[in-house]
């Protein structure tokens, strides 16, 4: 992948976007654990923001996934990552299958005012006792007449507390395994059942998230995503993208926390010398830009696979894993170097490293891409069978 002009002028242009529409309010919204989404998400819209890799037809602009790796980056800008987080699953986690495999009347109603920021929607996967394990979510989706009936709950539901539809995966019938059993659903938020409850974390505290409790919810028929049984296959499809939108949001975002590194450990002094002329110290952030770099090849090389066309799983999974040890490692480093100021709640590194810890667990946990990877390599060990 090669940044043309274009891509720099869209990268500007949400760069701005977030020095003057976010970054003034994000001190407020983290302490109020939400932000004003849907005032927000319109101003993307009206910027065409949140469409970029979908059809001209939906109110998209019709380019491909490079650009939308182009925004995720250069939303690294956001002083606080889980306003970006938000907005990533409006573009890139909720979206896709809708886009890809929805009827022209689901995306007329769901994808297009979604595009242009009038609608706000969430991914409904994880559950209590199913976050990384998708094959092992029970919530289910029966049919009765023209209807669906939806019974289960949902967890660390990002944007669940404002969504105004879900797209939700649960077991559309008891056979053909669980990687057959499921299926993708469209769900209005303001459907008769719906229950949701506020969850508090202890990073990305200006998205909102929810658990999500549906009892005996009806939805029309239409609102099936694509094919009945096909979910799970879906989903693995918008994982791609969504994993690899993670890997590309984490590149500015670390590039930032060093460059603040830099700033404050050349202003501190210590033992007649500021800290950053301690040969441990800037050894340390250059080995961490070189890093920061490395993952940025990977991910640029991973999105132009996937806009040819060829699996991304193995390259997906690479960059969300690099991408989650990076931080934590980046952010840890850094944090070190601030000293009692890093561990100060208010200041940006201690913000960047609660919020830094979810991406090894979000979307995949690392363990899970290890063993992607593995089965890739074919060097998992074979189970042995029952008696």
Known sequence: MERTPEHEQLAQTVIKFCET?????????????????HEVFKKLGDLGILGV????????????????VVVAEALGACNAAGVPLAIGVQTDMCTPALARFGSDELRAQYLTPSIAGDLVGAIGVSEPNAGSDVAGLSTTARRDGDDWVINGTKMWITNGMKADWVCLLANTSDE????????????????????????????????DTAQLFFENVR???????????????????????ERLWGAANSLL???????ETIKYTRERKAFGQSILDNQVVHYRLAELRTEVEALRSL????????????DALRMA??????SGRLARELCDSCLQYWGGMGYSAESFVSRAFRDARLISIG?????????????????????????
């Open 299 to 310: 991910v640029y090389r991973a999105a132009a696979d996937y806009v040819q066309g060829k």
């Open 219 to 241: 939805i029309p028929k239409g609102n099936l995503i694509g094919q009945e049984g096909m979910g799970f296959f879906y989903q693995m499809m918008q994982f791609q993208e």
């Open 21 to 37: 529409e976010i970054n003034p309010y994000v001190d407020e919204w983290e302490a109020a654990e939400e932000f004003p989404s």
């Open 253 to 259: 975002f670390m590039d930032r926390i060093i460059d």
């Open 317 to 322: 999974s690479m960059c969300k894993l690099k």
């Open 53 to 68: 890799k979908y059809p001209e037809q939906f109110g998209g602009a019709g380019l491909d996934f490079t650009y939308s």
């Open 363 to 387: 979307g995949g946990a690392d363990e899970v891409m290890l063993g992607i990877l593995c089965k890739l390599e074919g060097t998992l060990p074979r189970r042995k069978k029952e008696k």
């Open 176 to 207: 053909g395994g669980p990687h057959k059993n499921k299926s993708l659903f469209v769900v209005p938020m303001d459907a008769k059942g719906i229950d949701r409850q506020k969850i508090h974390k202890i990073g990305m505290n200006a998205s």
